[in-house]
């Protein structure tokens, strides 16, 4: 079955520790994206990704870091610099091409910093 | 400075009448847009979409509305079922440009 994953479901860490959240896909889309959801609002933009090796900032990047090294794989780590990390994130992936075409989006990540 | 926004944070129904969901927005390049489902604790799921150079689009009970003129899109869902609770979010991306997604409007479909 094709479809993007993202483990794990609920991660609790300490203030002060990174953290690393998974996103994997199998669509062989191209394009990859990391978005964080806070109560009320809209999907943000963390990092995004068009193409291997290569990624962009999206609107909220501070704090965090991504890394593109395989076409399947688009991990998010969260650092000790970012402020408020309690958040619920969402990876999800496109196929290259333009705007049209919806994004596909994994399960989610909720992440508990205490 | 919200680029798309959902005024109605939710929003009731009757199961078996019409839900009208609204978004608005403010940039003029956005030309592409987006509904999307989202279940508690799960990602969004991608209902209907409609480029500008529509007015409607319709797949099954769901119907999308453009109105260019007044920045505003709606989702109309008929008959509502109690499936359908969830929150809904719009997003609108423009060409080359990432998406933008609304704050969101929590749908309850009450049997």
């Known amino acids: 079955d094709g479809g993007i994953t993202q483990s794990p479901k609920y991660l609790f860490r300490k203030e002060g520790q990174n953290v690393t959240l998974s996103c994997e896909q199998n669509?062989?889309?191209?394009?990859m994206y990391w978005y964080r959801q806070d109560p009320g609002q809209g999907l943000r933009l963390i990092y995004y990704s068009q193409i291997v090796n290569d990624f962009q900032k999206g609107d909220i990047a501070e704090g965090y870091s991504v890394s593109r090294e395989k076409k399947e794989s688009f991990p998010l780590t969260v650092t000790s610099a970012q402020k408020n990390p309690t958040a619920f994130y969402l990876c999800?992936?496109?196929?290259?091409?333009?705007?049209?075409?919806?994004?596909?989006f994994g399960p989610g990540t909720r992440l508990t910093v205490t | 400075d919200q680029q798309v926004k959902q005024n109605s944070p939710s929003l009731s129904v009757q199961e078996g009448r019409i839900s009208i969901l609204n978004c608005d927005y403010t940039n003029s390049m956005f030309d592409y847009f987006l509904w999307y489902k989202k279940y508690p604790a799960e990602g969004p799921t991608f209902l209907i979409s409609i480029s500008s150079i529509k007015d409607k689009n319709e797949d099954g009970r769901f119907t999308v509305f453009l109105n260019k003129s007044a920045k505003h899109l709606s989702l109309h869902i008929v008959p509502s079922q109690p499936g359908d609770s969830a929150v809904y979010f719009c997003a609108a991306s423009g060409l080359g440009q990432n998406f933008v997604f609304g704050p969101g409007t929590r749908l309850s479909v009450l049997p």
């Open positions: 999800a992936s496109k196929s290259a091409g333009g705007a049209a075409g919806e994004q596909y």
């Open positions: 669509l062989n889309h191209d394009a």
